[in-house]
């Protein structure tokens, strides 16, 4: 494969790029996202030697490759999202039944105190 050497530069640049963006995040992702893959797909294609281009097949599986990522970054994301739903609802859910508890205990401090005001008045 022929390399354009103008495109040299935008390569070190992309390079550069996607490792400062792995070095500065903090959770599990992979340094190669969907937008560099196209990035480099389309680099790849427009430096391929035109006697000897890309064959169908090597096309083919990068493109299965790109589109499982992409499927999986999607699924990633509903779980995350999932997961925030979840913890909500979780919250929620906490939040409701401590209401229910002083809601009782209030209501059972209000039925102690009648026993006792009922007690206190045979007496």
Do not use: C, G
Not at 48 to 69: C, G, H, M, R, V
Not at 75 to 80: D, P
Request: aromatic content about 6%.
């Amino acid at each position: 494969m022929e390399v354009n050497f103008d495109n040299l530069k935008y390569i070190r640049k992309l390079d550069e790029s996607l490792e400062r963006k792995h070095e500065n995040s903090n959770d599990i992702n992979n340094s190669l996202d969907k937008e560099a893959f196209l990035k480099l797909l389309v680099i790849q294609l427009a430096n391929q030697n035109p006697l000897n281009p890309i064959e169908d097949k090597e096309f083919i599986a990068q493109l299965a490759q790109f589109s499982t990522l992409e499927q999986m970054q999607n699924l990633n994301e509903n779980v995350a999202l999932m997961a925030e739903e979840i913890i909500y609802t979780m919250d929620y859910m906490h939040l409701n039944q401590l209401q229910a508890n002083a809601k009782i205990l209030s209501e059972l401090i209000n039925i102690r105190e009648a026993i006792d005001s009922y007690l206190n008045l045979d007496e």
